[in-house]
């Protein structure tokens, strides 16, 4: 039986991880991407994606690649939205997608923080508008988190979900549409305190995260912060956070010093420096590790 027509809008770190995992899994898949380097670009990283989990890149031919947005959404099922994290920007792709779409089609937002109720706010069909938070690389990693929105209605929710699984996702639902969802808003809060840490002196960059690989988050995959508690007791909990907690930082903004290495153009392992130092070559080290590491647990 044909599957339903995914399409998938941007074609960039995302989306084209995305796409990918519905045509391996046998989805027609259209991408729509307006700039015309990223789309000449495609054919490569997907192959890549091919390449890293031993697949054949005859799955390929399951995705079409398109510079207009209503050629690539027209009779889809499902459009999942991985445009740049630019509010304005996306209400405009969904107001031109619930123009040229089944009003039955559900509208995806791949967002990583901004809520979907304010993405489709001003559309005539909210009921079908959902968020649909991936984790990077989206092919690789299990978890996306599915936001429901204040009209998102109960079936659309269902829907999304089970298209997911059907792919090998595993979806968790998220009953209020706030900023950063959840897994962000956890991530965020420990980048928050790891960062005040380095700026304060506390650390080095490397140190720091090694206390995170090496310490609680050699557990984690296991063991949630939840479960970690009731595990070691909430009495002790409780006598922690009561020593702790008053010093964490409390920062109502972006921090200051993060703030000063972007505006240095120390962005990370693209240029070169961020927190550390980066070579090439120990970028696309620590590249090929992750990668590695999420693709082996399939592999066995």
């Known amino acids: 039986m044909t599957k339903p027509i995914i399409a998938v809008v941007g074609g960039g770190l995302m989306g084209h ?9 046998g989805h ?68 031109e997608l619930e123009a040229v779409v089944a009003p039955e089609t559900i509208l995806a937002s791949n967002s990583s923080a901004i809520p979907s109720t304010e993405i489709g ?9 959902v968020g649909t938070h991936f984790w990077n690389p989206p092919h690789l990693v299990p978890l996306v988190e599915v936001i429901q929105t204040e009209w998102t209605s109960d079936a659309t929710v269902a829907t999304t979900m089970a298209v997911l699984r059907d ?19 956890l991530q965020h809060a420990l980048k928050r305190e790891a960062i005040a840490l380095l700026a304060a002196g506390v650390a080095d960059a490397a140190t720091i995260d090694m206390v995170v690989k090496s310490g609680f988050g050699a557990r984690l995959a296991v063991l949630g912060p939840l479960e970690q508690s009731d595990l070691v007791g909430l009495d002790l909990t409780l006598d922690i956070q009561e020593t702790l907690v008053p010093h964490l930082d409390r920062s109502a903004a972006a921090s200051d010093f993060l703030r000063r290495k972007v505006a ?37």
């Open 264 to 300: 240095e153009g120390k962005l990370g392992m693209k240029t070169g420096e961020g927190f550390r130092r980066w070579t090439p070559e120990e970028a696309e080290a620590v590249r090929e590790r992750l990668n590695r590491t999420l693709v082996g647990p399939r592999e066995r």
């Open 167 to 185: 792919v090998g996702k595993q979806p968790v639902h998220v009953r209020r549409d706030i900023p950063g969802f959840i897994g962000n808003r």
């Open 17 to 25: 991880g995305i796409a990918w995992l519905f045509a391996a899994s």
């Open 121 to 129: 706010r001003h559309l005539r069909h909210r009921d079908r508008v």
């Open 28 to 95: 027609p898949v259209r991408i729509f991407e307006p700039t015309e380097a990223v789309r000449a670009g495609l054919p490569d990283r997907l192959g890549c994606i091919a390449d890293l989990v031993g697949r054949d890149h005859g799955v390929l031919d399951a995705i079409a690649i398109h510079d207009r947005l209503a050629p690539a959404a027209a009779g889809s099922a499902v459009v999942f939205e991985a445009a740049p994290e630019k509010l304005d920007l996306k209400r405009a792709l969904f107001a």
